[in-house]
C-alpha cells in the first residue's frame, strides 16, 4: 500500500481494537440464540421465516466477529459482518424508522439505524485493510 510507512505498529492496540469491535457482534450473535422472543419482536411482519434468519443472522454474525477477532481470514470476516449488517440496519432498523410514530422510540431507532451505517463502514475498511498487524522492516 502506498502510505503502509504511516500506518501504527502497535500490537497491544490492535488487538483492543479487534476486541473492542467484535464485543458487539460476540455478544449479539450470541443472544440470537438465548433470546429469540426479543429478535422475533424486531422483525417485520413481512419478513418470511423469521426463525430461519435470527438464527442464519446470529451465525453469521458471531463467526464473522471471531474471524476478526482472531485475525483468521479477517477480510472475509469483515464481509461477513457486512452480510449480516446491511439487511439489519436496512429492513429491521429501517423499517421501524419508517413506520414508528413514539417519538423517543424513533429516536431510539434512529441512533441503531446510524449505528449500523458506522459498524458497516467500519467493516468495509476491514475488507479492505485487515486487521493484521505489520511486521517492521
Known amino acids: 500500500m502506498l502510505f503502509d510507512g504511516l500506518l ?3 500490537r497491544g492496540l490492535t488487538l483492543a481494537a479487534r476486541l473492542l469491535f467484535t464485543s458487539l ?3 449479539s450473535g450470541l443472544t440470537h440464540f438465548t433470546n429469540v422472543p ?4 424486531l422483525m417485520p411482519d413481512p419478513v418470511p421465516f423469521p426463525l430461519l434468519w435470527i438464527y442464519l443472522s446470529g ?9 476478526i477477532l482472531f485475525n483468521w481470514q479477517a477480510r472475509l470476516g469483515g464481509w461477513l459482518l457486512v452480510l449480516f449488517l446491511l439487511p439489519v440496519t436496512l429492513v429491521v432498523h429501517g423499517h421501524q424508522l419508517a413506520t414508528e410514530t413514539d417519538p423517543f422510540i424513533w429516536a ?3 441512533a441503531h ?5 458506522a459498524l458497516i463502514g467500519a467493516a468495509l475498511l476491514i475488507t479492505q485493510v485487515g486487521v493484521a498487524q505489520r511486521t517492521s522492516t
Not at 38 to 41: A, E, F, K, T, V
Open 8 to 10: 501504527p505498529v502497535n
Open 25 to 27: 457482534f460476540l455478544l
Open 38 to 41: 426479543y429478535y422475533l419482536s
Open 59 to 67: 451465525v453469521i454474525e458471531f463467526i464473522g466477529a471471531a474471524m
Open 108 to 110: 431510539l431507532q434512529q
Open 113 to 117: 439505524f446510524l449505528k449500523g451505517i
